[in-house]
T-cell receptor, first 116, second 108 residues
Framework: EPEVTQTPSHQVTQMGQEVILRCVPI?????FYWYRQILGQKVEFLVS????????KSEIFDDQFSVERPDGSNFTLKIRSTKLEDSAMYFC??????????????FGPGTRLTVT | DAKTTQPPSMDCAEGRAANLPCNHS???????VYWYRQIHSQGPQYIIH???NNETNEMASLIITEDRKSSTLILPHATLRDTAVYYC?????????FGTGTRLQVFP
């Protein structure tokens, strides 16, 4: 069964450093998403991406964040200068072009980012 | 904020049906109701969705009231592996807006 994969599973970085979180969505999917979950809190939407551009972003997704689909398979989230409060689990998700726009998203296992 | 309300927690005996309620009295007529679950700290997992009619798949059944103000997710024979946080989401937007969900504990 196809699945979304994410690397690394755990990333430790120092405050102020840049990190890139990588995702390989399901191969025939067209819509891509990043979410995050701070420990003990809700899953929060960060950004959606379609047709090589951002469709929507949340207030969390400020200038320190960027996304890219550098080739036909990878989808990355970059945090330019990490802050302590960026420590969270980051989930990538993707979905296909379903009839009626049904929002059946498939999530990866997540990358745990720890900023020290 | 999420447009749905769910009880914070529920218990269910292994092998019994787990019935998870959700109130979504403010969703509009063309908004689907989605159910996802999150096992421990894994990524959320899609379970089922519905608009007006009841739905069933290999994982669960979804019963939606006629007025669409509430729904119930049914896991017909809960197992220990069904212990998770279950989210009911009723949104028209592309993004998923997760609330706090219902923490279902299945016990032996």
């Amino acid at each position: 069964e196809p699945e979304v994969t994410q690397t690394p599973s755990h990333q430790v970085t120092q405050m102020g450093q840049e990190v890139i979180l990588r995702c390989v969505p399901i191969s025939n999917h067209l819509y891509f998403y990043w979410y995050r979950q701070i420990l003990g809190q809700k899953v929060e939407f960060l950004v959606s991406f379609y047709n090589n551009e951002i469709s929507e972003k949340s207030e969390i997704f400020d200038d320190q964040f960027s996304v890219e689909r550098p080739d036909g398979s990878n989808f990355t989230l970059k945090i330019r200068s990490t802050k302590l409060e960026d420590s969270a689990m980051y989930f990538c998700a993707s979905r296909g072009d379903s009839l009626g726009g049904v929002n059946e998203q498939y999530f990866g296992p997540g990358t745990r980012l720890t900023v020290t | 904020d999420a447009k749905t309300t769910q009880p914070p927690s529920m218990d269910c005996a292994e092998g019994r049906a787990a019935n998870l309620p959700c109130n979504h009295s403010t969703i509009s007529g063309n908004e689907y109701v989605y159910w996802y679950r999150q096992i421990h700290s894994q990524g959320p997992q899609y379970i089922i969705h519905g608009l007006k009619n009841n739905e069933t798949n290999e994982m669960a059944s979804l019963i939606i009231t006629e007025d669409r103000k509430s729904s119930t997710l049914i896991l017909p024979h809960a197992t220990l592996r069904d212990t998770a946080v279950y989210y009911c989401i009723g949104e028209l937007t592309d993004k998923l807006i997760f609330g706090t969900g219902t923490r279902l504990q299945v016990f032996p």
